[in-house]
């Protein structure tokens, strides 16, 4: 067995930047492992711009904002194995991974670092009716298809869901050649950003009809059309609103799904709203020693805060490979989100480990206008922000002071919740 | 007088914005609650522009397409020319991020540049 003292499985947005941050913070035993031929993750499909607006102050593409961070890695050097499938994660934290050079090999780690990603919501989780033919693909396997393996996967398109990819999928087909006829989506809001419904769907004067849903798949062999149906209050598809598209291909962007099944079997307690682990202030787990970063711990919109909270949690996995980490205090608050706040990331504070500052995000259930977000100290409200809108597919936040916690004396919990005045 | 709808890109509020023109001229703006909408929609109806992102067939290379872009916005009525362009492209490995694939594509004078390395 070959000992590291951080093991980050991933090496995606969140396994470069947390392993760049340890290697930073002074630890010289990290390796990195990635399942690809390749590092930098699902960035190297993501072909289109707008990537690291905030982190580098300019518009970047996802192959070069994925680079930005594999120069980090390679200048200093930082170990990584390609091409290697972690098979397990033990609670002691021995690594088991397989690759075609060396077999079955483990590895002992002080800290974990959990950085897998997601993975999209697959057909057979949607429960459309209809046949099951050749043709039907996820937004993200198509768009690895056009822009890594330079296939089309169809010429006459149809998509469900109004998620990011389905989005940049139905503008990067469109230019490709290919007819995007329409884009349903079930909720009355989409969850794609503003600047991607105008740029990859009004550009090309590609129809989003919200409340609708898919309600027939046609075809023996491969794709021949595509019924949809408007859907009322209950989300139960109307009759008499069905429009049938002749295509040939139907795409899926119906959610994400942080990838978590290495994290259960090592013993790691899951958010069931997030589907990610539940972590404290540190990003770290139920585990002693295994952290999580981006968006295998909850999905996230925006890289550039995939690689903040990566690095936060390298960190503190060089602190604990290091024995530095402050011990835990039998005084942990509890955060709570309700009345329209869906989850915190983390889920509890220990607050003689907390930084100065500490960033909390969370998501909102629906679309609210000129509302406020509302911060309790138990029963005392300490932060009112007004916020002219808020939606489920934009990430909020709010920053805590470390100062404020301990003057506020014994807190049990602090909760996030939404309210209209 | 001419009418144009947009819809606002600066934030998630999406404001519905109309814009009246005469002789190519803004005469008025309406709909937007901040700066930002005004702006945005001044130059949405007077020079609308894009990046645009393909790829390229690449040769030789351990991989076989090449992500590019535009190095910077062109007009957005150049994009179908630019994509024909950006088709024709046959390129030989080694490439370096930046490296140029294009000359001034479509007489934007605008480069192609590639966005990532193939050896």
């Known amino acids: ?421 | 007088m001419e009418k144009r709808e947009l819809t606002c890109i600066g934030c998630p509020m999406g404001c519905q914005i109309t814009v009246e023109l005469e002789e190519g001229e803004v005469k008025s703006v309406k709909g937007n609650t901040c700066p930002i909408g005004d702006n945005y929609a001044r130059n949405e109806v007077t020079h609308p522009e894009r990046t645009v992102t393909s790829t390229v067939l690449i040769e030789g290379g351990d991989k076989c397409r090449l992500s590019v872009k535009t190095k910077s916005n062109i007009p957005k009525a150049k994009i179908s020319e630019c994509m024909k362009e950006i088709d024709a492209v046959r390129i030989k490995a080694p490439v370096k991020i930046g490296d140029v694939v294009i000359k001034d594509v479509a007489g934007t004078g605008v480069d192609v540049v590639a966005t990532r390395n193939v050896g």
């Open chain 1, 1 to 421: 067995m070959k000992n590291y003292d951080i093991v980050i499985v991933g090496g995606g947005p969140a396994g470069l930047a947390a392993a760049v941050a340890a290697k930073k913070a002074g630890n010289d035993s990290i390796l990195i492992l990635e399942r690809d031929k390749e590092l930098g993750g699902i960035l190297n499909q993501c072909i289109h711009n707008g990537f690291g607006l905030h982190t580098f102050k300019e518009e970047l593409t996802g192959p070069e904002y994925a680079y930005r961070f594999m120069e980090q890695v390679f200048d200093l050097n930082i170990e990584y194995k390609l091409n290697t499938m972690v098979m397990d994660i033990s609670p002691e934290k021995v690594v088991t991974t397989m690759n075609r050079e060396d077999g079955m090999v483990e590895y002992q780690a002080k800290a974990v670092i959990l950085a897998m990603g997601c993975r999209e919501r697959p057909r057979g989780a949607l429960n459309i009716p209809g046949y099951r033919p050749a043709g039907i693909f996820s937004a993200g396997t198509a768009q690895r298809l056009v822009n890594i393996e330079g296939y089309m996967p169809g010429r006459e398109v149809v998509i469900l869901g109004s998620g990011d990819i389905g989005l940049i999928m139905a503008r990067r087909m469109t230019l490709e050649g290919a007819k995007v006829k329409v884009v349903a989506e079930l909720m009355p809001y989409s969850g794609g950003l503003k600047r991607n419904i105008v740029q990859c769907l009004d550009d090309f004067g590609i129809p989003l009809k919200l409340s609708h849903t898919v309600v027939d798949i046609e075809g023996k062999e491969r794709v021949s059309a595509v019924t949809i149906a408007e859907v009322g209050p209950d989300m139960k598809p109307i009759p008499g609103t069905e429009e049938r598209y002749t295509c040939d291909t139907l795409l899926l962007s119906c959610g994400l799904i942080p990838e978590n099944e290495l994290s259960k079997k090592a013993g790691v307690e899951m958010n069931m709203i997030t589907s990610g682990p539940v972590v404290n202030e540190s990003l770290e787990t139920n585990v002693p020693g295994i952290f999580a970063c981006g968006n295998v711990l909850h999905v996230h919109d925006l890289v550039d805060y995939v690689s903040e909270e990566a690095a936060r949690a390298g960190e503190n996995a060089a602190k604990y490979a290091a024995g530095q980490t402050a011990a835990t205090s039998d005084k942990v608050i509890k955060l709570v989100a309700t009345e329209g706040a869906r989850y915190t990331v983390p889920s509890t504070i220990d607050v003689s480990r907390m930084e100065d500052l500490l960033t909390v995000r969370f998501r909102v259930g629906a679309v609210f206008k000129d509302s406020y977000v509302s911060v309790y100290f138990d029963d005392k409200q300490i932060m009112h922000n007004k916020k002219r809108i808020m939606a489920p597919g934009e990430m909020e936040q709010i920053i805590l002071q470390k100062k404020k916690l301990e003057e506020a004396g014994d807190v049990q919990t602090i909760t996030i919740k939404i309210e209209d005045k």
